[in-house]
């Protein structure tokens, strides 16, 4: 059955949580999203980091990053993600950490999700 959750990829490991659709919420309708957050989940469940202590001062959006939601109709998990993880080795690695072989994907970019700092420039610039 597909997973929904948050991610992030470091040392070409997929770390994050994977939940069942059950248990994520419809905030958006007909899309089941995870309640979890990058910075609460970071913060908060220091496990995620025990393979990787040198992880531990960092902060969460310093580690390409990216959320699976679940579209309901047509039904298709829908990964957006950091565009440094764009490769299919990568894809591969999130596609079975959410349990998604059976299942219809859609990639797509999130500028919040970036680590590139002209990139982040660019999305926090009020000017």
């Known amino acids: 059955m597909p997973r929904i959750g948050v991610f992030w990829f470091y040392n070409a490991v997929v770390i994050g949580r994977a939940i069942d659709l059950e ?8 899309v089941i999203d995870s309640p979890d957050t990058h910075s609460d989940l ?23 990053r990216g959320r699976v939601l679940w579209q309901i109709e047509p039904p298709l998990a829908r990964v957006y993600m950091d565009s440094v993880l764009f ?11 959410f349990a998604l ?18 990139d982040l420039a660019e999305l926090f610039d009020d000017e």
């Open 23 to 30: 248990a994520g919420e419809e905030g958006i309708p007909g």
């Open 87 to 97: 490769e299919p080795t990568i894809k591969d690695k999130i596609v079975k950490f």
């Open 42 to 64: 970071w913060e908060h469940d220091r496990r995620l980091l025990i393979p990787f202590p040198e992880l531990r001062a960092s902060e969460y959006h310093s580690v390409p």
């Open 101 to 118: 072989e059976s299942s219809k994907v859609k990639w797509g970019r999130d500028p919040h999700y970036s680590t590139s700092q002209k």
